[in-house]
C-alpha cells in the first residue's frame, strides 16, 4: 500500500533532549513538508523540501532542523531550542511542482515534553 | 499578510441536520481552495475548488467557492455520527508553493 508513515505514534522528552520524528513516504512524491498543529489551531509549517537535497524554512522554523538525504524520507529533528515543542506534528508530502498541491498525510507524531 | 479564516470554530447539531461550514480568506496570487476532513490523526482530502460557482460534490458532502467574495463554504447533508471531525481548509496562492491553513472547524454530530 502506497502512503505515509510517521513514527514514533507517541514520544515523551525530557527538557533539555534533542529527537527525532521519522516521515517516510513510498508515494514517488517530490515535495515533504513538517506540520505542527496545536489545540484550536490550524497547521503550521515547519519546514518544506520540493527536492532532494534542498529544504526551505516554513513559518515557525525556529528550534527545528530536518535533512531530505533521500527522495522518501524527510525527518524533523525537534531541538532544546525549542522552547515549547509539546504538540502533535503531521508529516505530508505531495507530487510537487507548481499547481499540483493536493497533501497527503501521515498520522502524525504527539510529542510531549516532561 | 495571507490569511485564512474559518467559522464557526465549533458547532454541535443532531444527526440528520444539514451543516455549513465557512472559509473566508485573503491572499495575494490565489490559485487553489482545498478542505480536508481530520477524525482524529492524519487530515483527509475532500475538495479542491479552483474555480467560482462550480460546486463539487460527494456523496452528501458539496462545496462551492466565490472568487469574488473570498470565500468557500462546505456543505453536509443528513450529518451521521461518523461526519463528527474537525475540517479544515486551505488557500494554496500563487508565491510559493505552500498551503495557508484555517484554524478548523469542530463538528460534532449527536446521535
Known amino acids: 500500500d502506497g502512503g505515509i508513515t510517521q513514527s514514533p505514534k507517541y514520544l515523551f522528552r525530557k527538557e533539555g533532549q534533542n529527537v527525532t520524528l521519522s516521515c517516510e513516504q513510498n508515494?514517488?512524491?517530490?515535495?515533504m513538508y513538517w506540520y505542527r498543529q496545536d489545540p484550536g489551531q490550524g497547521l503550521r509549517l515547519i519546514y518544506y523540501?520540493?527536492?532532494?537535497?534542498?529544504?526551505q524554512k516554513g513559518d515557525i522554523a525556529e528550534g527545528y532542523s530536518v535533512s531530505r538525504e533521500k527522495k522518501e524520507s524527510f525527518p524533523l529533528t525537534v531541538t532544546s531550542a525549542q522552547k515549547n515543542p509539546t504538540a502533535f506534528y503531521l508529516c505530508?508530502?505531495?507530487?510537487?511542482?507548481?499547481?499540483?498541491?493536493?497533501?497527503?498525510f501521515g498520522p502524525g507524531t504527539r510529542l510531549t515534553v516532561l | 499578510e495571507d490569511k485564512v479564516v474559518q467559522s464557526p470554530l465549533s458547532l454541535v447539531v443532531h444527526e440528520g441536520d444539514t451543516v455549513t461550514l465557512n472559509c473566508s480568506y485573503e491572499?495575494?496570487?490565489?490559485?487553489?481552495l482545498l478542505w480536508y476532513k481530520q477524525e482524529k490523526k492524519a487530515p483527509t482530502f475532500l475538495f479542491m475548488l479552483?474555480?467560482s460557482g462550480i460546486e463539487k460534490k460527494s456523496g452528501r458532502l458539496s462545496s462551492i467557492l466565490d472568487k469574488k467574495e473570498l470565500f468557500s463554504i462546505l456543505n453536509i447533508t443528513a450529518t451521521q455520527t461518523g461526519d463528527s471531525a474537525v475540517y479544515l481548509c486551505?488557500?494554496?496562492?500563487?508565491?510559493?508553493?505552500?498551503?495557508?491553513w484555517g484554524a478548523g472547524t469542530k463538528l460534532i454530530i449527536k446521535p
Open positions: 505530508a508530502s505531495s507530487i510537487g511542482g507548481r499547481g499540483v498541491v493536493r497533501q497527503f
Open positions: 508515494l514517488n512524491h517530490d515535495a
Open positions: 523540501s520540493q527536492i532532494v537535497n534542498d529544504f
Open positions: 491572499v495575494t496570487n490565489f490559485r487553489s
Open positions: 479552483t474555480s
Open positions: 486551505a488557500v494554496e496562492v500563487d508565491s510559493n508553493y505552500q498551503l495557508i
